[in-house]
């Protein structure tokens, strides 16, 4: 037994520690933020010659081979750095459902524009009322000659707006909240009846609401089969919530790292303020959660994998949950203990606070987690 | 990564399940799966079958009687201890006093001393705390005075754990009131017989008798009883915090707790349901057995790496902290489940019989967060030595 990284990960960890640390101080983040959708074109040629846009991919397609843990290990550091480019929307989440359940031919279509950086794509399946429920999907599509037309809406879909092609989750059959009757189809952002109204989300990122009116779909643009996409989605949104908790893992590291060294610097009454016990419990209960939420991550990086459905989303679930907590509690004390200063758009301390906040309820909030737990545990 | 287990060490695993199943005695099996106190007469019973065997003094290096187990060994012979509900071994002779006596005693000290623990011809308990000194253990101030080749020994003890069955006491005296108050510490070996030394029993909020308070009125103890140099008692009882402890967390036992309060979620009903059924209190047994997956992979980071002979990494100042925080909250879940069932004190009840047992452990597990270093001080330790919060 050991929970030793590979010397690939380690790797893969030293490269994206380096680009940060380089190309992504807190000053040069600015830059990337001030742009019209938090996006720098650069940064993302960067990353595709890293060969990081390919680390889940298999080779022949012009990926590493690389898995969870591996993605952890750049998700991580983009955490550490608060990276804004949608790295887990388009890679992990988008990238990671085509490799998963993508025809040949639409692997062979999309992945190696992807790893290349020259294609972003974005998984469409949030919608106005569903909340943290991939399965409750109002969308339709409806058979139509030999294809498929496309009605509905989408609601704060995570990087759709700069997607240059959308999956989208549909109704296909069935009632509202029926696992069964959901197919994805790949939808080209460009199409006729599609409208994307994009906006800014709180940690820098970009997102969007969609429309679509009467979207025309050949049957190829199909994944997977008719009705049976919800298991490929829940799959997909699972292996990106670990890697997202990776990511919460390195901004709560950082934030308690900051926090740490500001106790240790600022002082009030003539004593550095670190040296008060009221003040030095809270920083010793922010540093406990943040090896807890890492002993979580290499649990869940382990357990995704597990082709026994209820094992992964046990596994996933509690994760986020746990993670979701703790990261509430860092982002909150974070703050609290730098003061004033904490409160200042100018401090990177407020943007790990909102972007943990955003983690809290990324691919379902802590409750939805909690909740799902709960049931599967009841039912084993 | 990985974490599977090597075909050795799942071998292992099955040659103690085989051995637990049985060997392992059904009064003792009951008593331990309900919460249930154990006598001396049971917990001398269990030692001795488990020194027969080999696998008493588990933590113990061959030479010294021990079974020469991996980190990893021991823990996995801990998990299959608490999956089949044998009773933990609550010896402070095996845990705390052997490893000192290893690295400090003199020959005729280890001679004499370990072979005794290890035959349970020994109960041995612990004189460290006083009625003022808790937390602030180095405050003690129990005298040892010199006196030819003996010391004379005044002042208590107080919190002495199965004092009522030891017939020794290791305790920390203050031979020496010069300089720091950590100086003039030194650890000494007691025989209970004495004359001068009288135990009184303290009853713990369980309702049980597991405390004491031990009284010492110039009890003449042999100067060969010291352990390591006079003034240096500190330095021996602290070398016990740096012994391994890759089961401190208690994750075995709180897994077998875990899948208990499940089954008792499912085997008992309110309003014509399983109590599985009411969404708050699902939610609340999902939140702790979340908690106790966490703490599990955090004690399996800390033996991944004692396995591989390294420093564990900062995540072990955390495993009491958590580990006693999942403790007390499932045995809090463990009453919430039993409802007025867990009234009955000492009496049949209605309910079932591990009901009523719920109130005896909640309240003894309230004593985890304030015995080996309370929560606070946990905190402040890990503040000074993990984050470097230590400001003169």
């Given at each position: 037994?050991?929970?030793n990284l590979s010397d690939e990960q380690k790797m893969i960890r030293n490269a994206v520690d380096k680009f940060i640390r380089n190309d992504y101080s807190f000053d040069a983040r600015k830059k990337v933020l001030d742009t019209e959708h938090g996006f720098s074109r650069s940064h993302w040629q960067q990353f595709a010659e890293m060969g990081w846009l390919g680390i889940p991919f298999a080779e022949d397609q012009g990926g590493l081979g690389g898995g969870i843990l591996d993605i952890a290990q750049v998700m991580e550091a983009f955490g550490t750095g608060m990276v804004v480019e949608p790295y887990l929307s388009s890679v992990v989440l988008a990238g990671g459902l085509i490799n998963m359940g993508g025809s040949q031919a639409q692997k062979d279509a999309l992945l ?269 | ?392």
């Amino acid at each position: 037994m050991n929970f030793n990284l590979s010397d690939e990960q380690k790797m893969i960890r030293n490269a994206v520690d380096k680009f940060i640390r380089n190309d992504y101080s807190f000053d040069a983040r600015k830059k990337v933020l001030d742009t019209e959708h938090g996006f720098s074109r650069s940064h993302w040629q960067q990353f595709a010659e890293m060969g990081w846009l390919g680390i889940p991919f298999a080779e022949d397609q012009g990926g590493l081979g690389g898995g969870i843990l591996d993605i952890a290990q750049v998700m991580e550091a983009f955490g550490t750095g608060m990276v804004v480019e949608p790295y887990l929307s388009s890679v992990v989440l988008a990238g990671g459902l085509i490799n998963m359940g993508g025809s040949q031919a639409q692997k062979d279509a999309l992945l190696p524009a992807l790893i290349e950086g020259k294609l972003l794509l974005a998984v469409a399946y949030t919608e106005r009322e569903s909340r943290s429920n991939p399965v409750d999907v109002q969308t339709r599509a409806e058979k139509s000659g030999g294809g498929y037309v496309l009605n509905g809406e989408k609601a704060v879909v995570l990087g759709a707006a700069l997607a240059d092609k959308l999956i989208v989750s549909t109704r296909t059959s069935g009632n509202r909240l029926d696992e069964q009757g959901i197919s994805l189809f790949l939808v080209d952002s460009k199409a006729a009846g599609v409208s994307i109204q994009g906006f800014r989300t709180m940690e820098g990122g970009n997102a969007a609401n969609i429309k679509f009116s009467g979207v025309k779909l050949t049957a190829d643009a199909l994944i997977g089969q008719e009705g049976k996409g919800f298991a490929l989605l829940d799959n997909a949104i699972d292996h990106a919530t670990v890697a997202a908790c990776a990511d919460a893992l390195g901004s709560m590291h950082s934030a308690m790292r900051k926090t740490v060294e500001y106790l240790k610097t600022r002082k009030q009454f003539d004593v550095p303020i670190g040296s008060f016990q009221a003040l030095q419990h809270r920083a010793v209960d922010m540093f406990t959660a943040v090896e807890a939420c890492r002993s979580m991550v290499l649990m869940a990086s382990l357990k995704v994998s597990d082709t026994n459905p209820v094992e992964r989303k046990m596994a996933v679930s509690a994760a986020k949950q746990f993670v979701g907590e703790k990261a509430r509690l860092v982002a909150q004390q974070a703050v609290q203990m730098h003061g004033g200063i904490g409160m200042t758009e100018e401090l990177d301390i407020g943007h790990y606070f909102r972007r943990l906040t955003m983690f809290c309820s990324l691919f379902g909030t802590t409750e939805y987690h909690l909740n799902r737990y709960a049931d599967l545990m009841a039912a084993a | 990564m990985n974490i599977e287990f090597s075909a050795e060490e799942k071998a292992f695993q099955q040659e103690v399940r085989a051995w637990f199943t049985k060997n392992l005695p059904a009064d003792l099996k009951h008593k331990t799966e309900i919460g249930q106190m154990l006598g001396k007469d049971d917990m001398i019973r269990w030692q001795r079958m488990l020194n027969e065997k080999g696998w008493l003094v588990t933590g113990w290096p061959k030479e010294y009687g021990g079974p020469d187990w991996t980190p990893t060994q021991r823990y996995i012979f801990d998990m299959e201890r608490a999956r089949a509900n044998a009773p933990i071994g609550l010896s402070m002779g095996i845990i705390m006093l052997g490893p000192v006596l290893m690295h400090y005693g003199t020959q005729e000290q280890k001679d004499f001393y370990l072979p005794r623990i290890r035959n349970c011809e020994d109960w041995w308990c612990q004189g460290y705390s006083e009625p003022g000194a808790g937390s602030d253990l180095a405050s003690l101030k129990t005298t040892a005075v010199s006196d030819g080749d003996h010391y004379v020994v005044n002042g208590s003890k107080i919190w002495t754990t199965y004092g009522h069955w030891a017939n020794r006491i290791f305790c920390l005296v203050r031979t020496s009131s010069a300089g720091k108050k950590q100086e003039g510490i030194s650890f000494l070996l007691i025989d209970m017989d004495t004359p001068g030394l009288e135990v009184r029993p303290i009853i713990s909020i369980d309702g049980e008798h597991h405390l004491n308070q031990t009284f010492f009125t110039d009890v003449r103890v042999p100067k060969k009883n010291l352990v390591g140099p006079e003034g240096q008692g500190w330095t021996v009882a602290k070398y016990l915090l740096t012994h391994e402890r890759t089961t401190i967390a208690g994750v075995a036992d709180s897994k077998v707790h875990m899948a208990n309060l499940k089954r008792m979620a499912h085997e008992n009903s309110a309003n014509g349901q399983p109590l599985m059924a009411d969404a708050s209190l699902r939610t609340k047994l999902a939140k702790a057995e979340i908690d106790l997956l966490a703490l599990e992979y955090t004690n399996l980071r800390t033996l991944a790496a004692t396995a591989a002979g390294k420093a564990p990494g900062p995540e072990s100042s955390l495993l009491k902290l958590d580990g006693t925080a999942v403790q007390q909250k499932l045995s809090e879940l463990g009453v919430e489940l039993a409802g007025q069932y867990a009234w009955p004190w000492k009496a049949d009840s209605v309910g079932p019989e591990e009901f009523a047992a719920t109130t005896m452990r909640y309240a003894f597990t309230r004593a985890a967060t304030i015995y080996g270093g309370s929560d606070e001080v946990q905190k402040n330790v890990i503040a000074k030595m993990v984050l470097g919060l230590n400001f003169k």
